[in-house]
């Protein structure tokens, strides 16, 4: 899981250990450590290069605050942001449309009072 800073990992971390529903989420950080034995792996976004490190051995990257990578090594990625937000839906748009270009398959999936659906 790849946040916008260190900030924001160490509140993604924090929620994950205070979240009622589902009761934990085994989880790391570099701060916590031992990222072998971390199901869940939570860190800022790559440097310039745009490499992910994925000390977990991770298949699934999942992308926080409009943070955008490398997706080699991934068997699946997965960009998550606030649909309500205008300024989100446009960045996130334009991350769809770079990645389209690259030729990656893309699905859109929306959460709405049933739960998830795709709708594209």
């Known amino acids: ?34 990222a072998a034995l971390q199901p869940i792996w939570i860190a800022p976004a790559p440097g310039a290069d ?15 605050d409009g943070v955008a990578a490398g997706l080699d090594g991934f068997e699946r990625a997965f960009d998550l ?9 446009a960045a996130a748009r334009q991350r769809w449309s770079a990645l389209k270009a690259a030729g990656h398959r893309l699905a859109y999936w929306r959460q709405d009072s049933k739960g998830w659906s795709r709708a594209g």
């Not at 924001?8 to 790391?28: M, T, Y």
């Open 81 to 89: 942001f606030d649909g309500a937000d205008e300024q989100s839906v």
């Open 50 to 64: 745009g490499v992910v490190e994925a000390p977990n051995k991770a298949s699934y990257l999942f992308l926080l």
């Open 1 to 34: 899981m790849l946040c916008r800073d260190q900030a924001r990992v160490q509140q993604i971390d924090e929620a994950l250990w205070q979240a009622p529903e589902p009761s934990w989420l085994p989880h790391g950080t570099a701060k916590i450590g031992h």
